[in-house]
Nanobody, 118 residues
């Protein structure tokens, strides 16, 4: 059964760090691509970061490049997003997303809320 379950959201001050984790079922390689999307209040959904499982190639939105890092733990079947130098504009619900080559956003987790505020 395909399942993506996020954890790790919360409140953090500007400039701080937070790490999100996604438990991936049945396993990492059931998906061609895994990634993180986010949606801020009254804003469009945004792809934040992704990783291609066949070769580990990563991609980032310009707004987070250099601050966020996506990585996978194959032994634990988890997908993490390390977020550093957080800004108030990073406040959003973050979703773990996975899918095939033609439909990379086919499966979604339930989302985890991140608040960046002083």
């Amino acid at each position: 059964q395909v399942q993506l379950v996020e954890s790790g959201g919360g409140l953090v001050q500007p400039g701080g760090s937070l790490r999100l984790s996604c438990a991936v079922s049945p396993d990492i390689f059931s998906f061609a691509t895994l990634g993180w999307y986010r949606q801020a209040h009254e804003k469009q959904l945004e792809s934040v970061a992704s990783i291609r499982n066949i070769d580990g190639l990563t991609d980032y939105a310009d707004s987070v490049r250099g601050r966020f890092t996506i990585f996978r733990d194959i032994s634990k079947n988890t997908l993490d997003l390390q977020m550093n130098s957080l800004k108030p504009e990073d406040t959003a619900v973050y979703y773990c997303v996975g899918g095939g080559t033609r439909s990379p956003d086919e499966y979604w987790g339930q989302g985890t809320q991140v608040f960046v505020s002083s």
